[in-house]
């Protein structure tokens, strides 16, 4: 079976509930009968209520950038599972480059969140990707099973219906926000990679279903070269995503 692909808007810290709100309206009638994708906006932790319900009634999916490992607890500024389901979340970035950058996060607690979002049905968008020195020294390759091995640790002992569930997002860190993009090649490539490690862990046949998204500069002009290569499964979206022309322009490339 084709894999379907995924088309994630990832806000990072913009708008406001009512920009949010004004975003929705714009954007639904753009892609008003797009079923060949599935669609998924990913805003601030305190849009995720205006969100959900400018959605309703559609098909698009509302998820967190970020959850805790924990499920509650003396976490300040953090957010739980609970609290993204409890408001009509349904998916989860989890290891995105800025938080591993910014926030020092590991392959270890990648994995953590990892076990706490399938534990609670959240679909987990999991980041990974090289920065450029490691790119430049080589790395790539080693980076990438680095990390997916350590972020799936123990997901082995999981039913087969809940690892299906887990989509990768590949983001070359020097191709975000600098206006350089991986040519597909580059993305084909790294995919690559990604699948044949995800293969051995749980075989090729899981290897073969799950969808590697490409997140780096995204633009409406780049999309149709990326999204036309078979291994790549969809796209995490970041500046391009925050205006609905461009947005729509890159589901519907």
């Known amino acids: ?18 920009e949010a709100r004004t975003f929705v309206d714009a954007f639904l009638p753009l892609v008003a009968g797009h079923t060949r994708d599935e669609i998924a906006l ?3 932790p305190v849009l995720l209520p205006a969100v959900v319900e ?3 009634g559609s098909q698009i999916a509302v998820g ?14 953090e957010t739980s599972v609970w609290q993204v389901r409890a408001v009509g979340g349904t998916h989860t970035l989890i290891g995105h480059s800025e938080r591993r950058q910014y926030f020092a996060e590991t392959d270890e607690i990648v994995n953590k969140k990892l076990h706490t979002a399938l534990k ?3 679909v987990p968008v999991v980041c990974i990707g090289e920065v450029l020195g490691e790119r430049e020294a080589g790395k790539t390759e080693s980076v990438l099973r680095r990390q997916v091995t350590g972020g799936f640790a123990g997901v082995t002992g999981l039913a087969a219906e809940v690892v299906a569930s887990i989509v ?8 975000i926000g600098t206006g350089r993009t991986a040519t597909p090649q580059i993305a084909v490539d ?18 073969a279903g ?18 036309s290569q078979d291994e790549i499964d969809g796209a995490l979206v970041g500046g391009a995503s925050l205006k609905p022309d461009s947005f729509a322009a890159i589901v519907k490339y």
Do not use: C
């Open 190 to 207: 790294a995919h690559k990679i990604v699948r044949a490690e995800v293969a051995k862990l749980f075989g090729d046949a899981v290897a």
């Open 42 to 44: 990913f805003p601030s």
């Open 120 to 122: 609670h049905g959240l």
């Open 64 to 77: 967190a950038q970020n959850i805790h490992f924990a499920e509650e607890g003396a976490y300040t500024g």
């Open 1 to 18: 079976m084709p894999r379907r692909k995924l088309i994630a808007a990832n806000w990072k810290m913009y708008k406001t509930p009512a």
């Open 168 to 175: 990768i997002a590949y983001e070359p860190v020097w191709a």
């Open 54 to 56: 400018a959605l309703r």
């Open 210 to 227: 799950m969808r590697i998204l490409y997140g780096g500069s995204v633009k409406p002009d780049n999309a149709t070269a990326l999204m």
